[in-house]
């Protein structure tokens, strides 16, 4: 089991990496959405934006109106590294039930542009 400065070092990786995708696919593809990420063995949730600008970087912190998150991510810790490093396959894993994602159907669509 990772620990939290581990995933909170993923998440940081997983913002540079939106930083990388061009200007014309983050029009294409990005709505902006709230996203919350629960990592189920640790019991903790963080929380970012995602905009046409990128992604901004998650915070422990849930944002100011304590509406639900637009996008929510729930995923192991290992599986959050694993995932984020490249080694573990999003559909395979929400096929085998290790990353669970409530958003909508667009929503789910448009990230899988983007992951």
Known sequence: MASVEECRAA??????????????????????????????????????????????????????GGKPADVKITIASDDLIALVDGELDLARALLGGRVKIDASFGDLLRLRKLI
């Open 11 to 64: 998440l940081a990786r997983l913002v540079a990496q939106f930083d990388e995708i061009g200007a014309e696919d983050r029009a294409k593809h990005v709505v902006e959405r709230t996203v919350s990420a629960r990592v189920s063995d640790l019991g903790v949730i963080f929380y970012g934006r995602l905009h046409h600008g990128g992604l901004d970087p998650f915070t422990e912190e849930r944002p100011a």
